[in-house]
Every structure is written in C-alpha cells, then in structure tokens.
C-alpha cells in the first residue's frame, strides 16, 4: 500500500529565511503533486511533477522530483507572511487514466515577521 | 470559467441519519473524485467516478456511496451517519487523464451530532 510521508508536520520560519519541506513515499510512482491549503479553505494546485529530476517554480516556491530515491522537496527562498499555510504533497496511486491521489500528512507553515 | 463547486458548505446531522453532498465539476471535467478530510488530516480518497461509474474506490465502507450524472455532476451520499463521519468533504474534478491535475472545490463541512 501505497504511503506518503512529509517532514516537517510544522515549520515556522522568519521572513526572508529559506527551508525545504520533505515528501517521501513508498512504492513507484512518477506523478508527484503539490497544493496548498489555507485555513478553512479548500486545495489549490501549486505544481505537477511527471518525471524524474522534474523541477518546476513559481515565485518563492520550488518543487523537485527524484523518483530513484521516492523524494520530492518544495523549496522556500526567502518567505513572506503570505506563504503560510499548510502544504500537501500527494503521489498519484494508480496507473492509466485512474488519477486516485494519496495525501501526505502536511506541513504547516507559520511565517513570521 | 466557473471552478468546482459544492453544496451545501456547511451541514450538521445526527448519528444514523443520511446525507447526501453535491459536486459540479469544472467546465470540460469528465472526472470527479471524492475526499474526505478529518481535522488537521490529509485528505483520504473515497471514489472516483467516470462515465456514470465508480472506478476506483478507497478504503471506506458501503455506507459511502455515489452517482454521477450525464452532465458530469456527481452526489456523495453518506448512510448511517457516525460521529467519525465529521469531515470536510472535498469533491475534485479532472480530464480523464492518469496525469491530470484533479482540481479541487470549496468543500461540505459535515459535522454529525
């Protein structure tokens, strides 16, 4: 069975400062997504990584995928008040068209001034 | 574009009653996946629906069921309500892909008394 593994649970960060969230997972798999949630708020897509040594970025963020050792990190260079919130990896658990996600356990973040 | 969208936000049952969640998918989605989030979990997947059918369903027992529509939407019916049933209730819609990104709606906050 299929399990999905973040560390930090909780990071809380000065602004400006940097720190990477860890996301491991057991079995193969080369569909890798990352979403944020703010409180009482539903999920929104922040990256897609499909292949090995994928790197995707947006802004402050920074997803990486190494599909060898079952690892994705998302970077944070220089936080701001406005990336807190908690942040979900989820590994796709199933081949073909069947898209069923497994979470992780999430990371919250706390950015403070 | 209207996004993915549930009703109603928020309900509150007693145990053993029935609940019934609705989801309308993204515009050009055939796809809907359904999550359940317990406090300060990551989402769990419950099914996913294609074509009018379950294809896939996660670890939860029959008292989950759905349907989906001609036009995409889909239910989430819940019978014999427990208290442990207290959830968000995520509905995801997507492009019948194995890599498409499942977009996620606001959510039903369910809490059963």
């Known amino acids: 069975e299929l399990k999905v593994e973040q560390n930090p649970l909780f990071l809380s960060m000065q602004e400006g400062k940097n720190y990477t969230i860890y996301c491991n997972y057991s079995?193969?798999?080369?569909?890798l997504y990352w979403y944020r949630q703010d409180p009482g708020k539903s999920l929104e897509s922040l990256f897609v990584?499909?292949?090995?040594?994928a790197v995707k970025q947006e802004g402050r963020l920074m997803a990486s995928l190494d599909t060898k050792a079952r690892l994705s990190t998302l970077h944070i260079t220089a936080a701001v008040h406005d990336l807190s919130a908690t942040y979900f990896c989820?590994?796709?658990?199933?081949?073909?068209?069947?898209?069923?996600?497994?979470f992780g356990t999430g990371t919250l973040l706390a950015v403070q001034p | 574009d209207a996004g993915v969208t549930q009703s109603p936000t928020h309900l509150i049952k007693t145990r053993g009653q029935q609940v019934t969640l609705r989801c309308s998918p993204k515009?050009?989605?055939?796809?809907v996946s359904w999550y359940q989030q317990a406090l300060g979990q990551g989402p769990q997947f419950i099914f996913q629906?294609?074509?009018?059918?379950?294809?896939q369903r996660g670890n939860f027992p029959d008292r989950f069921s759905g349907h989906q529509f001609p036009n995409y939407s889909s239910e989430l019916n819940v019978n014999a309500l427990l208290l442990g049933d207290s959830a968000l209730y995520l509905c995801?819609?997507?492009?019948?892909?194995?890599?498409?990104?499942?977009?996620f709606g606001p959510g039903t906050r369910l809490l059963v008394l």
């Open positions: 079995t193969t798999s080369d569909r």
């Open positions: 995801a819609s997507s492009y019948n892909s194995g890599i498409a990104t499942q977009y």
């Open positions: 629906y294609y074509e009018e059918e379950e294809r």
């Open positions: 989820a590994v796709g658990g199933a081949g073909g068209a069947t898209n069923k996600l497994i």
């Open positions: 990584l499909l292949s090995n040594g």
């Open positions: 515009s050009g989605h055939d796809t």
